[in-house]
């Protein structure tokens, strides 16, 4: 996920670090988003350990995550590595878009055309995970079962009270991040979407 395009409302953080016209360029491929968003998501990883999982050759994913090293995303896992197994992990926990006017308008199209593959390949994922769920839920405790959700709101807003409403929904999620340490008993990785547009209505 992958982890989700990051609003120009989110808070600043060193753990998610704005893509610039380079590192958007390097990152906009499908492939490669995806062995990132395993390694996020999941944790450091080999080659061949990712390219079974996506049904990949280990020549493909070997090659876009040495792709991905050359722009700062990825790097190898020195408490991992051997001689015969290169282990990677990701950098950081994320990415964010300061500002998707930047790329929107940027006078290269090579840029505008990375900035579609990021956009359309995340909102893909996006249907791709809840998708697995609806047809994985039954495997899962009744608790669980419980919690989920699939809602959607029509509100109208101005830009300023859109833009408002996105600040907050990010940070009451930031809210509950370390709350939960990681093999807690009954805990369960939650992925959260939200998604934010205006839509004429004449």
Do not use: C, N
Not at 3 to 31: C, Q, V, W
Not at 109 to 132: D, K, M, N, Y
Not at 172 to 200: C, K, M, N, W
């Amino acid at each position: 996920m992958p982890e989700t395009p990051e609003t120009p409302a989110r808070p600043k953080d060193d753990d998610t670090p704005p893509l610039s016209p380079r590192s958007l360029r390097g990152l906009a491929h499908p492939l490669r988003m995806r062995l990132l968003a395993m390694l996020r998501e999941d944790g450091p990883a080999t080659a061949s350990g990712l390219a079974a999982r996506l049904g990949e050759s280990s020549g493909a994913t070997s090659y876009h995550l040495r792709q991905l090293a050359s722009y700062g995303f990825v790097e190898d896992d020195p408490d991992r590595g051997t001689g015969r197994e290169r282990w990677w992990r990701a950098v950081h926990r994320g990415s964010r878009v300061e500002s998707f006017e930047e790329f929107e308008r940027h006078p290269d199209p090579e840029v505008r055309g990375a900035l579609t593959t990021f956009l359309h390949h995340h909102a893909a994922s996006h249907a791709e995970q809840l998708s697995t769920w609806l047809g994985t839920m039954d495997d899962w405790p009744d608790e669980w079962r419980s919690t989920w959700d699939i809602s959607d709101f029509s509100v109208r807003l101005t830009p300023r009270l859109a833009r408002e409403l996105g600040e907050k929904v990010h940070a009451l999620i930031d809210s509950y991040r370390g709350r939960v340490p990681e093999q807690t008993e009954d805990s369960a990785r939650v992925r959260i979407h939200f998604h934010a547009f205006p839509r004429r209505t004449d």
